[in-house]
């Protein structure tokens, strides 16, 4: 199941009872920019982080699962964290997809780019 950022974004914003003209003019940009990256299922992360901060929410948050959907398993939270990372364009890491790379090289990876960026992508207690 793909993550969705833009949802979780919305969400945020939502919780927060603020309008998409309201978030927009805190991220001085215009409200159909902020509907845009609603229904976005990606965003960059230097777009991420002026959401984040707009919304006073960690990274972490955007990149969740949804609580009511079911558990991912630990390959699939690795999936979803490496894919962060891969989408991260400043990382270096490039737009590989990794499909090659085993699920410990890339839990690897993340935790790397978890201490580089000082973000929090898979829980601490991911074995």
């Known amino acids: 199941m793909p993550m969705q950022v833009g949802k979780r974004i919305r969400e945020a914003r939502e919780e927060q009872g603020i309008t998409q003209a309201e978030l927009a003019r805190r991220l ?17 992360k230097s777009v991420l982080e002026r959401y984040a901060a707009a919304l006073g929410k960690p990274l972490s948050f955007f990149v969740q699962e949804d609580p009511q959907e079911q558990p991912d398993s630990r390959e699939r939270q690795i999936e979803r964290a490496f894919e962060v990372v891969r989408r991260d364009s400043n990382f270096g890491f490039g737009a590989r997809s990794g499909a090659e790379l085993e699920v410990e090289t890339k839990k690897d990876i993340v935790r790397l780019y978890e201490e580089a960026r000082r973000v929090k992508l898979l829980p601490e207690d991911l074995a």
């Open 28 to 44: 001085g940009m215009r409200q159909g920019a902020v509907s845009y990256i609603e229904r976005q299922e990606w965003v960059q």
